[in-house]
């Protein structure tokens, strides 16, 4: 039985292959007798189905796409990772079997040389000069890196120092006085020590007795408060009817207080005495002395004969003026240094005064001493508990009023002057117009007889140091 070829799919079948997944395949055949008919049916004849088809065209070639090449990586940091490995390894294998490849090589022992001690020093001597002990010795030689010096007080030896090599004295200047030592020396070194020198035996004698210290200059009191720098302090301004704002009273160009020490009113226009201006008053004594003192001051006898006198200012500060005897006629230096302790003859300085009367005058400048005959004539500021000098101009112009005639009249006492009814020791002031009261030899300045003191003031005037050519200054005893 032929079988007839199966029709080809219609055009809607091929397009939808789809549609046979649900359907049949047959297989439809063609009767024999219908087969040649088909043949001739696709329309050709039969030469042109005789000839061979052509060859059917060459595919196309798809379009070459051009590939870039890929980028080569360099090589030499895999030759140098590589090359630190090898290294690492190589040195880690080396380490590891360093005594393996390298053998320590076996040295032969070095000879241990031994260095000889040193020689002992030798000569070893030992002075004592005050508190110190001085030991000089021979230095023994050889190898010496120092040495070391011992002292012995109490049975055993201590170390006292070590010097360096070639030393040969040392000052023990711990030594106490009054104490034996004995000391030896010992040189050392690598070798070892040296044996001890020769031993020495010292004794440090007893201190010298201190010497007496030296005298202290006295440190000067203060001034009183001086407000207008006019050499009078504040206080003593009352005393002389000046102003404690005004250094100049009488506006004459010269200072208050330097005018006071020459011995002139300080208020006044012209140059007048303080005698003649009533604010001072002359006090004469039996002994033969006169001095000035400020009116308001009160000025007593303490001794009838006038060998002591003593000035109370009213402020708890006082003057005394003294009559001290000088038997074996030292000099004023001397006699203080001698009645002072502590003090010697050239603490005082020397000074003159006004009236030409030489003296000296203590360090502290509150004390001053005449020679008078026999005698020594003192005047003496007592401050009396005050912290302050308010009347130091006030004592100078004193000082420069002094008088001293003849030799001193010291009467020894009588029943006369003693019992009832006796002399007192209140003051007797000679002013220009009062006369004395007490028993005396009356004393004025119109006296027409021989008087018992010179009269205060010089013929002529010394005039004062002008204040406007000076600075404010402290009166001094030494003034022209």
Known sequence: MAFS???????????????????????VTIPEKFYGVALGMDGKTQ??????????????????VMVKPAERKPIWPYLVLVGAVVLVVSGVFLYVNRDLLFPAQTLAPTPVVVAPAPSAPSNLSATSSGLAVSLIWVDGGGAVAGVRIERQENGSYAPLTVLPAGSTAFLDVSAQPSRTYVYHVIAFGEGGESSPSNEVTVRVPDPLPL????????????????SDSDGLTDIEEPLYGTDARSPDADLDGFLDGNEVFHLYNPAAKSPVRLLDSGLVKLFSAPAG????VPSSWIIG???????????????????????ENNATGASLPDWYAARVPGENASSVRPFVTKGGLQGVVAPDRLEALFAWGSKVFMVKYILGGEQFINYRTT?????????????????????????????????TAVSPSASSTTPVVPVSNTSSSAPLIENVSSTSIVPPVSAATSSPVTVSSTRS
């Open 289 to 292: 002395w006169s001095v000035l």
């Open 211 to 226: 010497p007496p210290p030296a005298p202290v200059a006295p440190t000067l009191p203060s001034g009183g408060l001086d």
């Open 395 to 427: 004592f100078e112009m004193m000082l420069n009023s002094l008088k001293l005639v003849g030799v001193p009249i010291v009467a020894a006492p009588s029943e006369a002057t003693t019992g009832p009814g006796s002399l007192t020791n209140s003051a």
């Open 301 to 323: 006898l303490d001794i009838p004969d006038g060998s002591q006198a003593t000035v109370t200012t009213g402020r708890g500060e006082t003057m005394i003026l003294k009559i």
């Open 47 to 64: 030469a042109e189905r005789d000839t061979p088809l052509p060859p059917p065209p060459p595919k196309p070639v798809p379009p070459q």
């Open 5 to 27: 070829p199966t029709p080809a799919p219609s055009s809607s079948s091929a397009a939808t292959p789809g549609a046979f997944a649900n359907r049949r395949v047959e297989i």
